[in-house]
Each structure stands twice: as structure tokens, then as C-alpha cells.
């Protein structure tokens, strides 16, 4: 198994504009997480889906951002416009009830909001 | 309000000591308590810990929880330079049947010295 796949590993963008990262979670998985990690604040929750429904988007800052799962092996953060206080790593994480651990973590992307 | 809290932030031995990370936690619904390993890349599954005073081993690591006083910690005896990372704490919350809905702590940050 190839594990969570998420791309670009870094992107680099000005303020103002839009940044999509992308998400493949582990197939079979039917729960997809989008965390963002910073040094200030750790690793937060920004939304979850189960079986491609958004069950909880609390954690999304505000309405800059956006996720999307259209489909079981495919998901999408946006961020529209960009701001510098944004940069920092997205984590894409999948699980499963019948899976050994809770959360698999693909490798995340650096963003960096210039 | 939910939150994990870990210490030290930041700990820097010599290789062949054995050390002992902190994780307090409060909250509402819980679950089960997880250890992950984060190097450069994704966080990496250690240990998770449903019920209190059962010890977790995985080679010369293992850790335990405090269900009563919402504790955890994680040993680490004769460390090795690999062992460096951070070492992050989260709580799983029971919270509609999801799978992964986890509060993360900052991380202890490990440093093993030569």
C-alpha cells in the first residue's frame, strides 16, 4: 500500500492567491482528515469527512478555506486568497475502523504564503 | 475547553540515557490516548491506550496511562541518536462514532546527543 499521497510537497505562493492541495487517501479508508501543523499551535483539526461527507469543518478558519472529496480516493483544500498567516504544513491523514491505528498521515505539504 | 498538554517542550540527553515524556489531558468525551513519533515527514503511530495501567511495549519503548488522574507518559530507555524527533500525544475523542478525531498536544522535542 502506498499509504496517504498528498501534492505538492511544497508550494511556494504570494498573498492573494489560490493554493489547492491535494489528497489520496489509503484505499479502503472511509474516514479523510485535513490537519495543519505550525509551530505555534501544533497540530489542529480543520475538517474530517466519513464516506466522502463533510461531518465536521469546525476547525476551518474561515471562509478563505474550502474542502472538497468528490469521490473515496480523492480530496481537495483550498485556500482562496491566500494570506501569509497561513503558511504552514497541511496534513492529509486517512483511517478506518478495521484499520491498526487510528490516523495514517501522509507526508503533508509545506506551504509558504509569501 | 478540550485540550492535551505535554512536557517537557524540549529535552536534550546523551545516548544510553533512558528518558520519560509527560502528556496531561482534559477532555469531555474520551476515547483513547495515542503516542506518534514525527522526524522530517508524517507523524508515525507509536502506541494508543484505551485502559489505565496496562503497559504498551514496543521494543525499547513503552508507555501507560492514567485514566483516573488523565495522564500518560512515554519511556524511552537506552536512546539512540534515531530517536530524535518529536514525540506528540494525542487524545482520540469519542465523539459520534468517528474514527480519528484527535487533539494533539505541542510535542516534546527529543534530542539525543552522541
Not at chain 2, 536534550?12 to 489531558?25: A, F, I, K, P, R
Not at chain 2, 521494543?59 to 485514566?67: H, P, Q, Y
Not at chain 2, 512515554?74 to 475523542?93: F, H, K, P, R, W
Request: charged letters at 20%; proline letters at 5%.
Amino acid at each position: 500500500d502506498a499509504g496517504v499521497i498528498q501534492s505538492p510537497r511544497h508550494e511556494v505562493t504570494e498573498m492573494g492567491q489560490e493554493v489547492t492541495l491535494r489528497c489520496k487517501p489509503i484505499s479502503g479508508h472511509d474516514y479523510l482528515f485535513w490537519y495543519r501543523q505550525t509551530m505555534m499551535r501544533g497540530l489542529e483539526l480543520l475538517i474530517y469527512f466519513n464516506n466522502n461527507v463533510p461531518i465536521d469543518d469546525s476547525g476551518m478558519p474561515e471562509d478563505r478555506f474550502s474542502a472538497k472529496m468528490p469521490n473515496a480516493s480523492f480530496s481537495t483544500l483550498k485556500i482562496q486568497p491566500s494570506e501569509p498567516r497561513d503558511s504552514a504544513v497541511y496534513f492529509c491523514a486517512s483511517s478506518s475502523v478495521w484499520s491498526d491505528s487510528p490516523l495514517h498521515f501522509g507526508n503533508g505539504t509545506r506551504l509558504t504564503v509569501t | 475547553e478540550d485540550k492535551v498538554v505535554q512536557s517537557p517542550l524540549s529535552l536534550v540527553v546523551h545516548e544510553g540515557d533512558t528518558v520519560t515524556l509527560n502528556c496531561s489531558y482534559e477532555v469531555t468525551n474520551f476515547r483513547s490516548l495515542l503516542w506518534y513519533k514525527q522526524e522530517k515527514k508524517a507523524p508515525t503511530f507509536l502506541f494508543m491506550l484505551t485502559s489505565s495501567g496496562i503497559e504498551k511495549k514496543s521494543g525499547r519503548l513503552s508507555s501507560i496511562l492514567d485514566k483516573k488522574e488523565l495522564f500518560s507518559i512515554l519511556n524511552i530507555t537506552a536512546t539512540q541518536t534515531g530517536d530524535s524527533a518529536v514525540y506528540l500525544c494525542a487524545v482520540e475523542m469519542n465523539y459520534g462514532g468517528s474514527q480519528g478525531n484527535l487533539i494533539f498536544g505541542k510535542g516534546t522535542k527529543l534530542s539525543v546527543k552522541p
